[in-house]
T-cell receptor, first 113, second 112 residues
Framework: NAGVTQTPKFRVLKTGQSMTLLCAQDMNHEYMYWYRQDPGMGLRLIHYSVGEGTTAKGEVPDGYNVSRLKKQNFLLGLESAAPSQTSVYFC????????????FGPGTRLTVL | GNSVTQMEGPVTLSEEAFLTINCTYTATGYPSLFWYVQYPGEGLQLLLKATKADDKGSNKGFEATYRKETTSFHLEKGSVQVSDSAVYFCALRNSGNTPLVFGKGTRLSVIA
């Protein structure tokens, strides 16, 4: 049981390049989330999904797209990277329910030059 | 809306000192409350939680009590260790199908 995994762990992009971050979970969770973490800003929700084939915007969705084609995977895309997207990205998953725990992946450190 | 406010860090303590990290929340209804911990270079992991008023969550010597009258969920530990150095996040969820709302985190450094 690997929990929540993220690939890649590190990436450096040039402004304007595109990339996709992959999140996978093996806990059969319905819900999946993408956050970014910046110094002094805590965790900010980018997009989330309440089930296969569904996505919803979070607090800071601009510049990102997501897809949930399979229940176990949640992809975060940057179509045209900007330096403001330099951050650490965390994926999480959970069951629905008021008291259920969100499980986090180890993070992806992205630098946009 | 829903929000969480926690004390600004960083907090630096000597080993065996008493720890309190304050957390207050704004929410309608009856949210569940959580403390998550992030060790250096890792993702967040659940430390403890409480789902109704007056519940006490506890784990690894940490405790927090859900106080509805003061809308607070302060984290405490009687004797911190160097290994407790981490960033601590308070969070709430106000309904079963919404994501967690996080505070900005409090960095704790414990020195020997």
């Amino acid at each position: 049981n690997a929990g929540v995994t993220q690939t890649p762990k590190f990436r450096v992009l040039k402004t304007g390049q595109s990339m996709t971050l992959l999140c996978a979970q093996d806990m059969n969770h319905e819900y999946m989330y993408w956050y970014r973490q910046d110094p002094g800003m805590g965790l900010r929700l980018i997009h989330y999904s309440v089930g296969e084939g569904t996505t919803a915007k979070g607090e800071v969705p601009d510049g990102y797209n997501v897809s949930r084609l399979k229940k176990q995977n949640f992809l975060l895309g940057l179509e045209s990277a900007a330096p403001s997207q330099t951050s650490v990205y965390f994926c999480a998953s959970s069951y629905s329910g008021l008291a259920n725990t969100q499980y986090f992946g180890p993070g992806t450190r992205l630098t946009v030059l | 809306g829903n929000s969480v406010t926690q004390m600004e860090g960083p907090v630096t303590l000597s080993e065996e000192a008493f720890l309190t990290i304050n957390c207050t929340y704004t929410a309608t209804g009856y949210p569940s409350l959580f403390w998550y911990v992030q060790y250096p270079g890792e993702g967040l992991q659940l430390l403890l939680k409480a789902t109704k008023a007056d519940d006490k969550g506890s784990n690894k010597g940490f405790e927090a009590t859900y106080r509805k009258e003061t809308t607070s969920f302060h984290l405490e530990k009687g004797s911190v260790q160097v290994s407790d150095s981490a960033v601590y996040f308070c969070a709430l969820r106000n309904s079963g199908n919404t994501p967690l709302v996080f505070g900005k985190g409090t960095r704790l450094s414990v020195i020997a």
